[in-house]
């Protein structure tokens, strides 16, 4: 071997040990890309899962907006028929008798049957008088009489 062999041999053996290293890194790299698709892939996975997830919940908000909306129009009959409440109840109110209406209107009633029964008592004492004049009734009987009055009287 000459000098010149073993440089050609150093050179040689030098691109091989640089083409080994080569390898050894391309190796690396191919793993890492293999193990980057694999991650890509699951990551795709979970994203087709969450788009699912959110159709979901978008047909579940969906439906709450029809609910809403039908809750909506219930509301609206409720708040009429409360208005239908409120102008009955005002009619009721403007229609009410009060308690103080009630005591005036007995009073009044009182008082007229009470005008009413002295009016009769009159008729009574009167006719009374006369029969007491004319010895049809005596004393005592007058008494018992006056005694049976709806007023009694003090005689």
């Not at 009167?126 to 049976?148: F, G, M, N, P, Y």
């Amino acid at each position: 071997m000459t000098k010149k062999d073993a440089t050609i041999n150093d050179v040689l053996g030098a691109i091989n040990t640089f083409s080994a290293h080569v390898d050894q890194r391309f190796e690396r790299v191919e793993k890492d890309i293999v193990d980057l698709k694999k991650e890509v892939k699951e990551m795709k996975a979970d994203i087709e899962e969450v788009k699912e997830d959110l159709a979901g919940v978008k047909e579940d908000l969906a439906g709450v907006k029809e609910d809403l909306a039908g809750v909506k129009e219930d509301l609206a009959g409720v708040k009429e028929d409360l208005a239908g409440v409120k102008e009955d109840l005002a009619d009721v109110h403007g229609t009410m008798i009060t308690k103080e209406y009630l005591d005036n209107a007995l009073l009044e009633v009182r008082g007229d049957f009470v005008a009413q029964i002295r009016g009769r008592d009159r008729k009574v004492d009167t006719l009374i008088d006369i029969l007491r004049e004319k010895r049809v009734i005596t004393v005592q009987e007058t008494k018992k009489i006056l005694a049976s009055e709806s007023f009694v009287k003090i005689i």
